[in-house]
C-alpha cells in the first residue's frame, strides 16, 4: 500500500469513527433479538380461525447463555418492542463498526510506526 493512500484511510476512519461516537450512545431501553409474527388456532369449533390464517402472536425471541428464548408481546406492546429492538440492533451495528474502524486503525499505525523507525534506523546509519 502506498503511503499516500494509507494515510487518506487513516483520515478517513478517523472521520467515521468521530461520526460514529457522537451518534451511538448505550441505549437504556434496547430489547435484544428479533420481533415477528406468527398464526394460531385458538381451538374453538366456531372461530373465525378455523377456516382463515388464525390469529396473529406476536414473539421476540433471543438468545440467553447460548440458549434461545422466546417471549410473546400483547398486540399492543409490538410498537413499543420495535423501536427498543432496533435501538438494540443499531447500538449493536454502531460498536461492531467502531471495533472494525479500530482493528484497521490499529493495523495502518502499527505499520506507519514501524515503517517510520525503520526509515529513521536507516537515516542514522546512512
Ligand atoms: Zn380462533
Redesign the pocket.
Known amino acids: 500500500m502506498q503511503k499516500r493512500s494509507s494515510n487518506a484511510l487513516v483520515r478517513q476512519l478517523t472521520a467515521r469513527k468521530r461520526k460514529l461516537l457522537s451518534l451511538v450512545s448505550l441505549p437504556p431501553e434496547a430489547l435484544p433479538g428479533s420481533l415477528s409474527q406468527s398464526r394460531y388456532?385458538?381451538?374453538?369449533p366456531t372461530?373465525?380461525?378455523?377456516r382463515d390464517e388464525?390469529?396473529p402472536r406476536w414473539s421476540l425471541t433471543f438468545m440467553v447463555e447460548g440458549k434461545k428464548r422466546v417471549q410473546n408481546i400483547p398486540k399492543d406492546r409490538v410498537e413499543f418492542v420495535r423501536q427498543r429492538v432496533d435501538e438494540g440492533k443499531a447500538f449493536k451495528q454502531g460498536v461492531a463498526e467502531l471495533m472494525a474502524i479500530n482493528a484497521q486503525l490499529f493495523h495502518l499505525m502499527d505499520k506507519q510506526t514501524r515503517d517510520n523507525k525503520a526509515r529513521g534506523q536507516r537515516g542514522a546509519a546512512g
Open positions: 388456532r385458538c381451538g374453538k372461530c373465525h380461525c378455523v388464525g390469529h
